[in-house]
């Protein structure tokens, strides 16, 4: 189901991009500019069983973008400042703000070195859990206990199912199944526990993923040093906060940005939500992030930004450079606002 719809959306974006409608409805529909969503950037990988790829892309395919930015003369900024130019109404030039999501290691290593050659500031949203080594990426772990296995028994919500994986095709089959039951779980602790349950069972250490994978403090401290790089929160433990109580989602807000703040010795302005989807942030988490004092907050949906996105500012839609879809010729449809219009019905603000 997951490569159905993955080839549904590349061959909308081909046809836009043959077709040349993109180029006819930019004018209408690619508003003032775009936040990019991004997670990992590092050299691509060969192995046949990549369940994540879309959270990667290459150094080579961020420059393509930052390239194309900058021969469509587009002001590459900083959240602050995309932020007052919403507030101010300065739409005399589009924008584009790039933003990481998780705090991933090779956001320094990869990334900061293309964004530099552009002169181009970006976001980091940092979950604290991650920064301290005690998180848990749970989408990885899983990853690593399919890739290992060649076949595995979960048990989730009551329901025992044994699952094959001993081709690449079944692998991808299992994780996408699992992956999908998980995220439909109740809350964080549901998740983690059944998680933990199948690393347990098949021998996947999932303590030592976000040392593996994220910034400690002590490397963001010296991160953050850069004039290029912002920090913002991205809650403590990364949970799907629609699925919390009012309060605890409060908490997370807060003291994440709190536990960045202390360590850091910077303010914290900007979130993101995680997961960031509509099952994962709605009316009522836009609420709780202005109650928290962020400037903006940032989704995963999927849209331009338009002159009304100022009064939204807690609810603001992004671009997703998915490792799906890799390929130059795209850039052109993605930022034309012509994909995502079709995906919103063609409003121009989906903040509900």
Wanted: charged share 25%; net charge neutral; proline share 4%.
């Amino acid at each position: 189901m997951k490569q159905f719809r993955n080839t549904v959306i590349r061959a909308g974006l081909e046809a836009l991009y043959f077709s040349g409608a993109h180029i006819l409805l930019r004018p209408i529909l690619a508003g003032v500019g775009a936040i990019f969503t991004l997670h990992h950037v590092r050299p691509r990988g060969d192995a046949e069983f990549q369940p994540n790829r879309h959270l990667e892309v290459t150094p080579q395919f961020l420059r393509a973008t930052l390239q194309h930015c900058r021969a469509h003369d587009v002001d590459i900024i900083t959240l602050d400042d995309m932020h007052q130019r919403l507030i101010e109404e300065n739409f005399s030039r589009r924008f584009a703000c790039f933003t990481f999501d998780d705090g991933y290691r090779d956001n320094r290593d990869f990334a900061l070195p293309v964004l530099r050659e552009f002169d181009a500031p970006f976001t980091v949203y940092v979950a604290s859990d991650f920064a301290e080594g005690e998180g848990r990426l749970w989408w990885v772990a899983l990853e690593r206990v399919i890739a290992a296995a060649s076949s595995i028994e979960v048990v989730i919500g009551g329901v025992p199912s044994r699952l094959d994986a001993a081709t690449a095709v079944a692998k991808h089959a299992a994780y996408h199944h699992v992956h999908d039951r998980l995220r439909g779980l109740p809350g964080a602790h549901d998740v983690r526990r059944e998680v933990s349950s199948l690393c347990a069972r098949h021998g996947i250490d999932e303590s030592v993923i976000s040392s593996e994978l994220c910034l400690s403090w002590d490397e963001l401290k010296r991160f953050a040093d850069d004039p290029l790089v912002g920090i913002g929160a991205h809650t403590i433990s990364h949970c799907n906060l629609a699925k919390q109580p009012a309060e605890t989602a409060a908490y997370e807000l807060t003291e994440s940005r709190s536990r960045i703040e202390n360590v850091l010795q910077r303010r914290v302005l900007h979130l993101a939500y995680p997961y960031g989807d509509r099952i994962a942030a709605g009316a009522r988490e836009f609420a709780l992030a202005r109650a928290a004092g962020y400037k903006t907050a940032v989704t995963t949906r999927p849209g331009m930004i338009f002159p009304e996105s100022a009064a939204h500012m807690t609810a603001l839609p992004r671009i997703s450079l998915n490792g799906n879809y890799q390929d130059e010729r795209l850039l052109p449809v993605l930022t034309s606002g012509a994909a995502t219009a079709m995906w919103n019905g063609f409003r121009r603000v989906d903040a509900a």
